[in-house]
């Protein structure tokens, strides 16, 4: 069984930059597609991005779209989120999430879950 646990939160101004990590225990890290999620204070959590198992496919929610990467290292069980040009509303609970081989960006369809880990960003 896959276990993640997220880092990298904090708190940071507007305009500035955090790097999410997400490390996998367990086998088979690399046959998972990988996602983030987020939850904002009184919202439901929302799709953030995905990488498929190689890490040679990616998709985005607009909201994010050219301001954050996601990348994986299988060799290292990790799975990244690079976030730039942060805003206010980036503010949340960012989870990672896995699957096993094909990606999707419905929460509902990912079974192993990390605890979660708050980003903040101040206006």
């Known amino acids: 069984q896959v276990q993640l646990v997220e880092s990298g939160g904090g708190l940071v101004q507007a305009g500035g930059s955090l790097r999410l990590s997400c490390v996998a225990s367990?086998?088979?890290?690399?046959?998972?597609?990988m996602a983030w999620f987020r939850q904002a204070p009184g919202k439901e959590r929302g799709f953030v991005a995905v990488?498929?198992?190689?890490?040679?496919?990616?998709l985005y929610a607009d909201s994010v779209k050219g301001r954050f990467t996601i990348s994986r290292d299988n060799a290292k069980n990790t799975v990244y989120l690079q976030m730039n040009s942060l805003k206010p509303e980036d503010t949340a609970v960012y989870y990672c999430?896995?699957?096993?081989?094909?990606?999707?960006?419905?929460?509902?369809?990912?079974?192993?879950w990390g605890q979660g880990t708050q980003v903040t960003v101040s206006s």
């Open positions: 999430a896995a699957r096993a081989w094909d990606w999707s960006t419905l929460q509902s369809e990912y079974r192993l």
């Open positions: 367990g086998r088979a890290f690399s046959t998972y597609a």
């Open positions: 990488i498929n198992w190689s890490g040679g496919n990616t």
